[in-house]
């Protein structure tokens, strides 16, 4: 059997002296998040998560009816923009506000091809305004979610 | 991504590992009850969880799983001979009874008590359903006797397998967690596969390649619901129920079977996956019991010992050519092989630092995030784990059609809790 041969066989290809041979480097750039607090309990939320050091997500809470978000920092600035170099979007929803924000958001990110998830942050409960809100919009949806799964979420993805 | 001491905090099953610990808090299966056939059969190699372990049925059919290896010289006692209630080393003669309490050590006067003192490690090891099952935990903390639906119709209503995985249980598991794959690797078996075909959700399966996803906490672990759009104002959910730390099923399609799967540790690069079917209100069929011998549905066909015909040292029995013929997507026959295949090539401990996720994962990273708190909350604060209850465990996977405005868990009500004689929601 030549060399060539014995690398293709599943055999010797699976063990993990083979994988210490898996060439090393970023496998991509990082993801560009943007995560949007649809509420005033989600804002707070997004805003601790958002104290982290994160690659490039950026956050932000609506300014109805979601054509224009608002930064961390307290600046309005456009939804179209900011998700121009994006190619996923978080939705963080606790009552259910703010709907039409969220349907402006997701028919957006739809048309942009950008992944869409959402996180109910509503505790103990499995049906919930803020499950509704977010359900037509959001590709992947926890339910009910916690703050750490925004961490998480963010974090396994590489945002 | 996951870092590196996550990694290991969540592939490290052997004692004293707070994974390890753990799965020491649930009862396991360990081995199909045809292993141990008969009263004084030969007696079987166990290794679970990193423990080489010994099993036997003693000559009054009492199950006894302990230490492999003879308290004297360390022999293994799979050389043993299994007989007059107990097993005895073949070395100098020293016998065991299925508790591992030494009986005899025949270089010892009569009435000697040295054997009172000597006693090899050993665990409770019970038969339910056509499966034995050990606890490797504390006894002070074992848990009632498990309740899963597919060990507890009667007779003639479950089949049960398990094959050889050549790779650490997480990847396995993180496989039966992942809806999303089903759509692409296993495509080729939906219209094939006798436990599998002839569903009306197969062709909703077909129609709509990118499902939607929710991932529901649930008091057990979680519920991961797929929607595909169905009629018109309709989806079509399938929810797969994962109960901690390693329980999941899969979503029925027609009056099949249903199946699931356990993923049990035998150390960190190698797992036994199990695979069963069972039917909630029936006997299984001649030609379903045939087809599950043969490998089809999540099954597999494998040798004497329980490793699948096709493995890593033949890749599989790759077909290129029923690959291109549509027959299966990836060349490897069967559905729990396409799916082994792809999961032992990860590696046997694939390095999650380097994977990239995205946000359809989401079900993956739940769990791990389940497992994680669970194992540490153990080992910091001694909370027990979920998963022990009856409640967690009479759980069914459900296939549904419900109107759009529905939720899912709403929706499904009392479908995915098991209650005998009450046929499983399916379409």
């Not at chain 1, 804002?43 to 979601?66: K, L, M, N």
């Not at chain 2, 669970?374 to 009479?394: F, S, T, Y």
């Amino acid at each position: 059997m030549t060399q060539s041969g014995l690398v293709s066989s599943c055999a010797r290809a699976a063990t993990a002296e083979e994988a210490a041979f898996r060439i090393d480097y970023p496998l991509a750039a990082a993801r560009n998040t943007r995560v949007v607090a649809l509420d005033a309990a989600a804002e707070e939320i997004v805003r601790r998560v958002s104290q982290t050091q994160w690659a490039q997500a950026r956050f932000y809470s609506t300014v109805d009816p979601g054509h224009s978000l608002l930064t961390m920092s307290g600046e309005t600035v456009p939804l179209a923009g900011e998700l121009e170099d994006s190619n996923t979007l978080v939705l963080v929803s606790t009552n259910g506000q703010n709907a039409e924000a969220a349907a402006t958001i997701g028919a957006a990110c739809k048309v942009r091809g950008i992944m869409t998830a959402g996180l109910v942050v509503t505790p103990g409960q499995l049906t919930s305004q803020a499950l509704f809100a977010l359900r037509p919009h959001a590709r992947i949806l926890l339910v009910p979610a916690e703050e750490d799964d925004l961490f998480e979420l963010l974090r396994a993805t590489r945002s | 991504m996951l870092r590196t001491e996550i990694n290991e905090l969540l592939t490290q099953t052997g004692p004293g590992t707070p994974m390890g610990e753990l799965f020491r808090r649930y009862w396991q299966p360990v081995l199909l009850a045809e292993e141990l056939p008969e009263n004084d059969c030969p007696p079987v190699r166990v290794k679970v969880l990193s423990e080489r372990l010994i099993a036997i049925r003693d000559s009054e059919g009492r199950y006894g799983l302990m230490d492999e290896f003879c308290a004297h010289r360390g022999v293994s006692l799979w050389f043993g001979r299994n007989e007059e209630g107990g097993l005895r080393c073949p070395y100098h003669g020293w016998k065991y009874d299925y508790t591992g309490q030494a009986v005899e050590v025949p270089s010892e006067p009569e009435t000697s008590n040295f054997c009172a003192n000597v006693k090899l490690k050993s665990y409770p090891l019970v038969k339910l359903g056509d499966v034995l099952w050990a606890y490797l935990g504390d006894p002070e903390k074992q848990p009632p006797l498990p309740e899963w639906e597919f060990i507890t119709v009667p007779e003639g209503q479950a089949y049960t397998s398990k094959r050889l995985q050549e790779c650490n249980w997480l990847q396995a598991l993180e496989g039966g967690i992942d809806s999303s794959h089903v759509t692409f690797l296993h495509s080729g078996n939906l219209d094939s596969d006798p436990l599998f075909k002839g569903s009306k959700g197969n062709a909703y399966n077909r129609a709509d390649l990118k499902p939607f996803f929710e991932v529901v906490d649930h008091e057990g672990g979680l519920l991961i619901g797929a929607r595909r759009n169905a009629e018109e104002g309709h989806y079509y959910w399938r929810v797969t129920p994962w109960v901690l730390p390693n329980f999941t099923m899969v979503p029925p399609r027609s009056d099949h079977p249903v199946h699931g799967h356990f993923w049990v540790p035998i150390d960190d690069e190698n797992c036994w996956a199990w695979s069963f079917d069972y039917h909630p209100t029936r006997r299984l069929t001649e030609t379903e019991v045939a087809a599950m011998r043969a490998g089809m549905g999540v099954h597999s066909a494998n040798d004497e010992n329980y490793r699948p015909l096709a493995h890593k040292d033949n890749d599989y029995l790759m077909d290129r050519e029923a690959q291109r013929r549509g027959e299966t997507y990836s060349g490897i026959k069967g559905i729990a092989l396409q799916d082994s295949s792809l999961q032992e090539s990860m590696g046997p401990i694939v390095d999650r630092t380097k994977e990239r996720l995205v946000a359809t994962d989401a079900g993956i990273i739940k769990a791990r995030q389940k497992l994680r708190k669970a194992a540490l909350a153990l080992a910091e604060e001694g909370v027990e784990p979920v998963g022990n209850r009856a409640q967690d465990q009479k759980v069914r996977s459900v296939a549904i059609v419900l109107p759009a405005d529905q939720p899912f868990v709403e929706g499904i009500g009392e479908a995915m809790i098991a209650k005998p004689g009450v046929p499983q929601t399916t379409v």
